[in-house]
């Protein structure tokens, strides 16, 4: 069990896409791929975070904000690092960036599969 001390939610950056993708890949299947997380890097209305811990990413998520509404578009938890309220401190960014920017609504849309 980890203990939640000392999370830092920063931006995601280029070296770390590949331990963004890998985590993805482990967590969903059908998940977003190495060059999805890539394109939102690139694009203008994505905001992309990860949570650090122990000097590795232990959560990610992609978010995407147009005119008053933001949309999660994908996040994940390390396994180990479940049940910890990690992707509840994630969510919390969430919130906080899209009332900054001035939205109103966040939406979550669901695969059905999911």
Do not use: K
């Given at each position: 069990m980890n203990a939640v001390t000392d999370l830092d939610i920063a931006p995601l950056q280029a070296d770390e896409l590949a331990?963004?993708?890998?985590?993805?890949a482990g967590l969903h299947d059908g998940g977003w791929s190495l060059q999805q997380f890539a394109d939102s890097l690139a694009n203008a209305h994505h905001h992309a975070s990860v949570v650090h811990a122990t000097g590795e990413v232990i959560a990610y998520m992609?978010?995407?904000?147009?005119?008053?509404?933001?949309e999660l578009l994908t996040l994940g938890v390390a396994p180990d690092w479940q049940r910890h309220g990690i992707g509840s401190r994630v969510l919390d960014h969430l919130f906080t960036e899209a009332r900054a920017v001035g939205c109103t609504q966040v939406f979550l849309e669901v695969r059905a599969s999911n």
């Amino acid at each position: 069990m980890n203990a939640v001390t000392d999370l830092d939610i920063a931006p995601l950056q280029a070296d770390e896409l590949a331990a963004v993708a890998a985590l993805e890949a482990g967590l969903h299947d059908g998940g977003w791929s190495l060059q999805q997380f890539a394109d939102s890097l690139a694009n203008a209305h994505h905001h992309a975070s990860v949570v650090h811990a122990t000097g590795e990413v232990i959560a990610y998520m992609v978010h995407g904000i147009v005119c008053d509404e933001a949309e999660l578009l994908t996040l994940g938890v390390a396994p180990d690092w479940q049940r910890h309220g990690i992707g509840s401190r994630v969510l919390d960014h969430l919130f906080t960036e899209a009332r900054a920017v001035g939205c109103t609504q966040v939406f979550l849309e669901v695969r059905a599969s999911n």
